[in-house]
């Protein structure tokens, strides 16, 4: 078995796991194309196959957010270098699962950590390719044991993790605020905003495509994607009423700004309220399901092929609230 299949395969066996089972499905990485695309500042965006990637440049070298699949790597890695020689210094993993920290292993190679930076028990990595970060959450869902087997290969780990709500790097000429949101898309979810270029990468805390994906194995909760789409909007400064300013990369979807979210945050709430309210009904799920309490919002984020259904999505909050 070639070491791309491989990368395929465990990717769709640990997703599986998760029970994220239309992740899982193949796809020929061959025929995928990387888009790049300018956020703002020093900031851009990378679609291809599986999260978007965000990518910060600048004269101290490369950081990225997320690496999407295993066979993108080479892909990714001549999209970046149309922006720059530098060495790629740091990847941020906003969560866990295998369509945003399947290509940690080889972009880690294909980078050199700066001298002194790696410095959370991990001496053994100094200056051996990117530094990995991560909150510690996301370390412990990818280092676990599925099946007898790790949920991502140990070399794919995180190098540097944070425990408490936020890390800070100065890179670049830059703020970048690692902040955690804890019990939303995951336990270990991460949003990193990147301050004087005024971009914030949300990993799956926020998507344009579909309905979230709360995965509740991975400890992820809908109160929490309400409030962290509420941090989102915090962080946010429109140019005028909810237009422009601050720019949002999405975990999968088009670039977008606090209107956006904005609308997101609004239909993400409102579910999860009517949900609420059939639950303090005494309504049993299938019931629950039967009212469709996402009727209104199911021709825009409930598409044929749909990665995350309306049923599925009610599901999650069902069962959310019920704990």
């Known amino acids: 078995m070639t070491r791309a299949r491989f990368n395929i395969v465990f990717a769709a066996v640990a997703l599986a796991a998760l029970g994220a089972v239309p992740y899982a499905q193949q796809q020929n990485f061959d025929n995928v194309e ?3 695309l300018k956020a703002q500042g020093n900031v851009y965006m990378l679609v291809g196959a599986g999260g978007n990637v965000t990518v910060q440049a600048g004269p101290e070298g490369v950081l990225i ?11 990714l ?19 866990s699962h295998p369509d945003h920290v399947g290509g940690n ?6 980078g ?20 990995i970060i991560s909150h510690i959450n996301a370390y412990k869902r990818m280092s676990a044991r599925v099946n007898g087997q790790f949920a991502t290969p140990a070399a794919a780990w995180p190098t540097s993790t944070f425990i408490g709500e ?18 939303a898309h995951t336990d270990g979810d991460s949003l990193v905003f990147f301050r004087k270029s005024d971009v914030i990468s949300t990993g799956d805390l926020f998507v344009t495509n579909g309905y979230p994906f709360i995965d509740l194995a991975a400890g992820g909760n809908v109160q929490g994607i309400v409030a962290g789409l509420n941090r989102i909007i915090d962080l946010c400064i429109p140019v005028y009423g909810q237009e422009g300013g601050t720019m949002v990369i999405p975990g999968h979807g088009r670039l977008s700004d606090i209107g956006d979210v904005i609308n997101y945050r609004e239909m993400v709430t409102i579910v999860r309220d009517r949900v609420q309210d059939l639950v303090k009904k005494n309504m049993t799920l299938e019931q629950v399901k039967a009212a469709k309490p996402t009727r209104d919002y199911d021709p825009l984020y409930n598409a044929p092929g749909a990665f995350i259904t309306g049923d599925a999505f009610v599901e999650a909050v069902y069962r959310s609230l019920k704990k």
């Open 112 to 131: 050199a950590t700066i001298a002194g930076g790696n410095v959370t028990l991990d001496i053994g990595d100094a200056a051996q390719g990117a530094q």
């Open 34 to 36: 990387v888009h790049l």
């Open 65 to 75: 957010v997320d690496t999407q699949y295993a066979p993108m790597s080479a892909k």
């Open 105 to 110: 292993e080889n972009l880690k190679k294909a």
């Open 166 to 183: 936020d890390k800070k790097l100065y890179f670049n000429g830059e703020g970048v605020h690692v902040i955690h949101q804890p019990a």
């Open 77 to 95: 890695l001549s999209a970046i270098r149309t922006l720059s020689q530098a060495p790629l210094r740091y990847i941020i993993n906003t969560h």
